[in-house]
């Protein structure tokens, strides 16, 4: 009988401790400095939709660049380790010898990030995209220094855990002799005729596995990814990480399939491997032309590999970024023809063909989806009640809050849930516990030891941050 008075005493004391902690945020949810105080001790659990490389901070970037003398396109602020034939390109060496170095400094940051950016000189989405490929170069071979940071800030910013889409899986297979594929694959797409698409990425796929690529993904995992992440101690009492593999979606349909195979067979093969993604401009003409085939990649290798979990992004588009009837199906075809487990971005979900009844299906199936909020204002100009975070809401989808990419876009996980705050007044103290829970709960662990353990941690942390705010 004790027992159970003492465990009664304890919930009514986290019950006291949680409704404080509730009447607390409403009191602040529209000062900014306060909601970033509040949010900044309270605990955030994971970042689920991630890019390693654009979470990194221009500034290490630059630093690593200047120290290992990398040039500089002078025009374009590219960076890399050799000296093309074509161009102005010139070493730091040189720019710092000359007295310009600091001048490129800083146009260097708001080429390789958002910083100063006026909202007038370059389109945003443009800006974002590109600058990806500018630094790229300063990231190769630094990869331990970037999760040393990554992990460090999380800890810092009481982030928990990180599924982050860390690099493209190398692979020397030539497809060359299955090129002829490309046109067939495309105009099969364009009658919709999946049963001979399938059949095909059968021959394909076939051919993929004879060439390797099973070795190719079995080296990446372990002389990679799991030497990477265990001379690095990446995993603590504090911090797990886990890693997406991913595909570029501008690629040719039959070097993307090849990269998605071995991308599933990798994280079929190995418990840090979560899952599978895939990315690039949605935007992009091959992007938008080929996009129900890729969705057919995605469940064909899924019949493949049925264990494997898989995300993407997916709807991360607006009217006026592409032609009205292309918002009316991207999403649906991610989750009913692809089978997606999440939905990273989801924008556009209000223009969906049947839109409510997507809405019910994911809600349903719990199928999640990743909001945004910093990206989406930044690259889509959509934000406040343009954004469909309460249409999701209010159909019961589960909802997870994440960053993107915090360095490009000069922002972190904090700042996420005070335009939250600030800016939905329906999302309640307990939606947002939800929302955190549900970055764990709804994560691509395999591990589920590893995930109880990050829900015990996340038990202990909200009961530590809710005791800081008095009873009386």
Not at 370 to 381: A, C, D, P, R
Request: proline share 3%; with cysteine.
């Amino acid at each position: 009988m004790k027992i159970l008075y003492t465990i009664l005493f304890a919930f009514l004391l986290s019950t006291a401790y949680s409704q404080k902690a509730n009447e607390y945020f409403e009191k602040i949810r529209d000062n900014e400095a306060e909601l970033t105080a509040f949010f900044s001790q309270m605990p955030k659990g994971g970042d689920l939709h991630h890019h390693f490389s654009g979470s990194i901070y221009a500034e290490p970037l630059l630093k690593r660049a200047i120290e290992d003398n990398f040039y500089l396109n002078i025009e374009t602020m590219d960076v890399l380790k050799e000296r093309p034939s074509k161009g102005k390109w010139e070493q730091f060496s040189v720019l710092k010898n000359n007295g310009t170095l600091e001048l490129f400094k800083q146009k260097i940051l708001q080429k390789w990030s958002v910083k100063d950016y006026n909202g007038v000189d370059y389109p945003s989405d443009k800006l974002f995209f590109e600058s990806f490929m500018k630094f790229e170069p300063a990231i190769q071979g630094n990869f331990g220094q970037g999760l040393i940071e990554l992990k460090n800030r999380a800890i810092t910013e009481n982030v928990s855990y990180i599924e982050t889409q860390l690099s493209t899986i190398p692979t020397t297979i030539n497809t060359d002799e299955l090129g002829p594929f490309n046109s067939r694959l495309r105009k099969l797409a364009l009658v919709k005729d999946e049963k001979k698409i399938l059949k095909s990425l059968d021959s394909i796929y076939t051919s993929l596995i004879k060439k390797g690529a099973e070795t190719d993904a079995k080296n990446f995992n372990i002389n990679f990814v799991t030497k990477l992440h265990n001379d690095l101690k990446i995993d603590d009492s504090q911090f797990t990480m886990r890693y997406q593999n991913f595909v570029l979606r501008f690629m040719e349909p039959v070097d993307l399939f090849k990269n998605l195979v071995i991308a599933f067979i990798s994280a079929d093969g190995s418990p840090l491997m979560a899952g599978v993604n895939i990315v690039s401009p949605e935007d992009g003409e091959t992007s938008m032309n080929d996009y129900w085939l890729h969705m057919i990649m995605f469940k064909y290798c899924h019949s493949r590999y049925p264990n494997v979990k898989y995300t993407m992004h997916a709807g991360e588009l607006t009217l006026g970024l592409v032609q009205p009837e292309e918002l009316t199906w991207h999403i649906s075809a991610a989750v009913y023809t692809a089978g997606t487990n999440r939905i990273g971005h989801g924008v556009d979900i209000a223009y969906e063909k049947d839109a409510y009844d997507l809405l019910r299906f994911m809600a349903k199936n719990k199928i999640p989806v990743e909001i945004n909020l910093v990206s989406n204002e930044f690259i889509l100009k959509v934000k406040e009640n343009r954004h469909p975070l309460t249409l999701y809401k209010n159909f019961g989808v589960p909802i997870v809050i994440s960053t993107d990419d915090a360095g490009i876009l000069r922002s972190n996980m904090t700042e996420q849930y005070v335009l939250l705050a600030k800016r939905y007044k329906n999302i309640s103290y307990a939606d947002i516990k939800e929302f955190v829970y549900n970055s764990i709960n709804y994560s691509f662990i395999r591990e589920e030891k590893v995930r109880k353990n990050l829900l015990n941690d996340l038990d202990s942390r909200f009961k530590t941050f809710e005791a800081k705010f008095p009873l009386q």
